[in-house]
């Protein structure tokens, strides 16, 4: 199991940037790919953005390509996702999330076993 926690969360003007940290501890962070999702209330946990153990490949949902960019630091064993560009419509709590298994890429919440405890990013219009 590895322990994950987010930080960067807050309160931004539409048009504006965040960038949003999370930190893992536990277990060989350079093995497992690392995703972003995101929930508001009253709706299911949304994919935001993965990247893989390696740094090779990023994926990202529709609704985020060419505003949020994802990536890695696996010397400091943290994952990042930069949003600019943010939207009312991005408001949501943001959750980081490991992969359930080693060198395996995938978008599915069902293949994430561990999650951080959310950070709520506000977009005011």
């Known amino acids: 199991q590895v322990q994950l926690v987010e930080s960067g969360g807050g309160l931004v003007q539409a048009g504006g940037s965040l960038r949003l940290s999370c930190a893992a501890s536990?277990?060989?962070?350079?093995?497992?790919?690392m995703g972003w999702f995101r929930q508001v209330p009253g709706k299911e946990r949304e994919f935001v953005a993965v990247?893989?153990?390696?740094?090779?490949?990023?994926y990202y949902a529709d609704s985020v390509k060419g505003r949020f960019t994802i990536s890695r630091d696996n010397a400091k064993n943290t994952v990042y996702l930069q949003m600019s560009s943010l939207k009312p419509e991005d408001t949501a709590v943001y959750y980081c999330?490991?992969?359930?298994?080693?060198?395996?890429?995938?978008?599915?919440?069902?293949?994430?076993?561990?999650w951080g405890q959310g950070t709520q990013v506000t977009v005011s219009s």
């Open positions: 990247i893989s153990w390696s740094t090779y490949y990023t």
């Open positions: 536990g277990r060989t962070f350079s093995s497992y790919a």
């Open positions: 999330a490991a992969g359930e298994r080693p060198k395996y890429y995938s978008s599915a919440v069902a293949d994430f076993g561990s």
